[in-house]
């Protein structure tokens, strides 16, 4: 059974850093393509980051600079390191994958920037 477990969301300054990490169970983590996703109330939940199976990443616009995306194949595992934290970095982070054409999400973990 695909999993995904997120943890290390909380609340922090702006100004200040986050470290997300995702474990993937039930597949094979080195072919997938990792994403983050973040979601705050109102809106669509919206790509944040991807890292695929060769270590070519992707960051949305906002985060570019700010954020790192990294993953380790040995602990199957997907890092988001947010630094330079803003107050509408905010929300819920969600890991994703996709397996045979399925998709994954865990349950999210929150992150909180306050000012």
């Known amino acids: 059974q695909v999993r995904l477990m997120e943890s290390g969301g909380g609340l922090q300054q702006a100004g200040g850093s986050l470290n997300l990490a995702c474990v993937l169970t039930?597949?094979?983590?080195?072919?997938?393509?990792m994403n983050w996703y973040r979601q705050t109330p109102g809106k669509q939940r919206e790509l944040v980051a991807s890292?695929?199976?060769?270590?070519?990443?992707n960051y949305t616009h906002s985060v570019e600079g700010r954020f790192v995306i990294s993953r380790d194949n040995i602990k199957k595992t997907v890092r988001l390191q947010m630094d330079r934290l803003k107050v509408e970095d905010a929300g819920v982070y969600y890991c994703?994958?996709?397996?045979?054409?399925?998709?994954?999400w865990g349950r999210g973990t929150q992150v909180t920037v306050s000012s």
């Open positions: 890292i695929t199976s060769d270590f070519a990443t």
């Open positions: 994703h994958t996709l397996h045979y054409g399925r998709t994954f």
């Open positions: 039930g597949a094979n983590f080195r072919i997938k393509t």
